[in-house]
């Protein structure tokens, strides 16, 4: 069937379900995000008590097999045991590396007949999307963290193969502008998982909080953590601190925090990439450590956005890379992620101009100006990391001045530099401010919660193509996919951070996933229904702009 009939069947399937008053009706299939093949055939599978999951080879999908049984427990009530066989009715997992050809790292094939559920992959990865799907196949309260009675917990025949798009689904969260507790970057995590995304990117330093223990500089955190709280004021109309007042207003994740949010990542197939920002976008652990400014200069954690804002690491004196090399050997030791981001964006050079140390490192690497000053900094700090085993990835500012020879690019102020990169040979993720910017509007400002500015509505989103036209078949191969990111100055708790992300979050992973043939927003509107429900079950607080009909200049 293709795409555009399956759409249509899919929307008269589900006006048979809302007007029609059937006994029991095969369950209509709605996935997010869209698989490559789905083939339903007549009849269900009955999640019923009894049923077992099978993990048949040693050690197998055991994580996976964990986390279903969980998930099943957590709504149905069930207790289904693992076992490594049975001719009753189960749920089979099972892994088979020769698959990896067809099915990718990631892939899996998913098959119901009325006695058996089975889940192949080459990959714990892909048995795990198996089994997200799986979950979707079932009624939304599957996704319920409690008891749900009174439920036909029943599963429609069907086969599925399946594999994604992008290596890279991203999102990012600014844990920086404002401190979010530990406890939700579990449930960020697990949003993720359900829709499939494999990149979180934890933004952790910035001007207005450092959010992440270093053991050899505790002042990062103990000073560099709190501000003083003006959050009744506008973000860009905050005072600084005054002098004798205290700073009460922030948190940081303690190395034992970062190690738990490492591993129940891993378990759902998703990375932790972490941001340390350089040179800019430094006050926090300047205000830590001033030694490591061009001015050394006493400062204070900004409490908001205060312009202009010129406090960057001094790229003259040598004190400023050790320090960094130390900062990222335990950010290294933290994080197993091949990726290490160093930001590297909106650098107000002003103060490298007027210092003599930094004026001297000019004249003695034989560079031209500040830019390349900045790119001689990015280079220094990618030997490092190179020669610890890692690669380092940073906004498209630094191509200026000369990419790094091993970058991998994040392109945020539109595609070009994205594009620039990709024709460089170097990778890139896609995140350009028009299509995955969460911070921006998704609604009529009137009616939505104060927002950084921007109109990025729910269509607009889902229409993004990472592959930018003009790139050869070679070059759009160094796309390795999109991210989304939700930059926190006007989001201060969790509900909120909810409100942003969902469900724009949920058309990036069609984004990321699905492959152009398949994507067709009226078919993903009606898909979005069900996943709203599931939202309900997981007590998620979600827009609802997208139901809104309006048209902004
Ligand atoms: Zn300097």
Redesign the pocket.
């Known amino acids: 069937m293709n795409h555009k009939s399956a759409a249509f069947v899919t929307a008269i399937a589900m006006m048979f379900n809302l007007l029609s008053c059937q006994k029991e009706k095969d369950p209509v299939i709605s996935i997010i995000p869209q698989p490559l093949n789905v083939t339903q055939t007549t009849g269900i599978f009955k999640l019923t008590p009894n049923v077992k999951i099978v993990v048949k080879d040693e050690p197998g999908p055991s994580d996976q097999a964990a986390f279903l049984k969980s998930r099943i427990q957590s709504a149905t009530g069930f207790d289904p045991q693992i076992v490594k066989k049975s001719s009753g009715k189960r749920i089979s997992l099972q892994i088979e590396s020769g698959l990896e050809g067809t099915l990718g790292t990631e892939g899996y094939s998913l098959s119901v007949s009325k006695r058996e559920v089975k889940i192949l992959a080459a990959t714990p990865a892909g048995v795990f999307y198996g089994i997200q799907t799986l979950l979707q196949l079932l009624p939304p309260d599957i996704f319920a963290n409690k008891v749900i009675e009174g439920i036909k917990w029943n599963i429609p025949l069907v086969q599925i193969t399946d594999k994604p798009r992008f290596v890279w689904r991203g999102f990012l969260l600014d844990v920086s502008r404002h401190f979010f507790p530990a406890s939700y970057m579990y449930d960020v995590l697990d949003y993720m998982a359900m829709h499939k995304l494999n990149r979180f990117q934890m933004h952790l330093t910035d001007d207005q909080g450092w959010r992440v223990e270093i053991k050899k500089y505790p002042k990062l955190t103990e000073v560099g953590a709190w501000r003083v709280n003006r959050e009744d004021q506008h973000w860009n109309s905050r005072e600084v601190q005054k002098p004798g007042e205290k700073a009460t207003y922030g948190g940081f994740y303690t190395q034992d925090d970062i190690r738990k949010f490492v591993a129940y990542a891993a378990q759902r197939n998703i990375v932790i990439i972490p941001e340390i920002e350089m040179p800019a976008h430094t006050t926090a652990a300047l205000a830590s450590y001033p030694e490591y400014s061009?001015t050394g200069s006493p400062l204070t954690v900004l409490p908001g956005g205060i312009w202009p804002c010129n406090n960057i690491y001094?790229?003259?004196?040598e004190e400023t890379f050790t320090f960094l090399q130390d900062v990222l050997t335990e950010v290294i030791a933290l994080f197993p992620s091949k990726y290490i981001h160093i930001g590297g964006d909106e650098a107000d050079k002003s103060?490298?101009t007027k210092?003599p140390?930094?004026q001297k490192r000019i004249k003695a690497e034989g560079l031209k100006n500040e830019k390349e000053l900045q790119s001689y900094f990015i280079r220094r700090i990618e030997k490092f990391l190179n020669s610890q085993g890692r690669q380092l990835i940073g906004w498209d500012e630094i191509l200026e001045g000369g990419l790094a020879p091993n970058a991998a690019v994040m392109s945020w102020r539109g595609t070009q530099g994205g594009i620039d990169a990709a024709k460089a040979g170097h990778p890139v993720v896609m995140t350009p401010t028009s299509h995955c910017y969460f911070d921006y509007y998704q609604g009529n400002p009137d009616s939505e919660p104060l927002a950084i500015g921007g109109y990025l509505p729910l269509e607009k989103v889902y229409s993004f193509d990472p592959v930018p036209q003009g790139l050869s078949a070679d070059e759009a191969k160094m796309i390795l996919g999109a991210q989304a990111n939700l930059w926190t100055e006007y989001v201060a708790d969790t509900s909120h951070a909810n409100y942003m992300t969902f469900p724009r979050l949920t058309a990036l992973s069609e984004v990321c996933w699905t492959s152009p043939g398949q994507k067709n927003y009226d078919d993903f509107s009606l898909r979005l229904t069900r996943q709203l429900q599931r939202f309900d079950a997981m007590e998620i607080k979600y827009s609802k702009a997208s139901e809104q009909k309006i048209i902004l200049k």
Not at 314 to 317: I, N, Q, S, T, V
């Open positions: 061009c001094c790229a003259g004196k103060q490298w210092c140390l930094c």
